[in-house]
């Protein structure tokens, strides 16, 4: 019988992120623009509450810089940080290595990098192994893992079926751009490798539309 590796073990998977009509996350500069509605944002703050970790990738933290927590909750009721970090690129100065929650950095197993104030792990060759991140997870009671960025960490997730809910708001203003990102980047999918999902809601909030997906599994 399998031990932690089931997927009732491992936490529900919900990304989770903004875009403008024509798909775009960003310009083609790659820095964040502010895509949702002030309606949107609360929305975002009641989700990542609910959750008991937030992940993202190098390349969200070198762009954007984020806190990675919500403002008005103690530390001891902030979610888990987590952020991918292959190669160990990102710098002390970061704040998702500051005060005010937890801190899980993930690197490659070949990566020597130290992280002041963080808790390191160190999972596959190559690439990150995800499976196994989301066991540790598991086992260290994470229910509900919101991954918000970016759009190769969104990809790398789909990639390996462990997305179980996409939420994304559609903002009101075109942003354009043959190289600016998209919510889901990486090298794409092959024809046959598309991934299918079922709409389940759609709201109004503000001057945009929230739209949630969940994730068709194979019978």
């Known amino acids: 019988m399998s031990s932690g590796n089931t997927p009732s073990m491992r936490p529900r ?17 790659r ?10 944002m609360e929305r975002v703050k009641r989700l990542r509450s609910e959750c008991q970790a937030i992940l993202v990738g190098v390349g969200t ?13 103690p530390p001891d009721r902030q979610a888990l940080r987590v952020v991918l970090d292959p190669r160990g690129k990102v710098p002390d100065s970061a704040l ?4 005010g929650a937890s801190t899980l950095m993930v690197t490659l197993e070949d990566c020597e990098r130290r992280y002041a104030g963080a808790e390191t792990v160190r999972l596959g060759k190559g690439r990150i192994d995800l499976g196994a991140l989301l066991e540790l ?6 229910s509900r893992l919101l991954v918000e960025g970016g759009g190769e960490t969104i990809h790398s997730f789909f990639k390996a079926g462990l997305v179980d809910v996409y939420s994304v708001f559609v903002g009101d203003r075109i942003i354009g751009g043959r190289g600016s990102p998209t919510p ?5 999918f092959l024809e046959g490798e598309r991934v299918p999902l079922r709409l389940v809601s759609v709201e109004r909030l503000g001057t945009g539309v929230h739209l949630t997906y969940e994730a068709v599994r194979d019978a």
């Not at 933290?61 to 909750?73: E, R, S, Y």
């Not at 997870?137 to 994470?142: A, K, S």
């Not at 889901?184 to 794409?188: I, P, S, T, Y």
Request: with cysteine; glycine share 14%.
């Open 13 to 29: 998977v919900i990304v989770n992120c903004a875009m403008s009509p024509d798909g775009k996350i960003a310009g083609a500069e």
């Open 31 to 40: 820095r964040q623009l502010r895509i949702s509605s002030p309606e949107d």
């Open 61 to 73: 933290v070198l762009a954007d810089d984020p806190h990675l927590t919500v403002k008005g909750l």
């Open 96 to 99: 998702v290595l500051g005060p």
């Open 137 to 142: 997870l598991g086992e260290r009671g994470v």
């Open 184 to 188: 889901v980047d990486g090298d794409g």
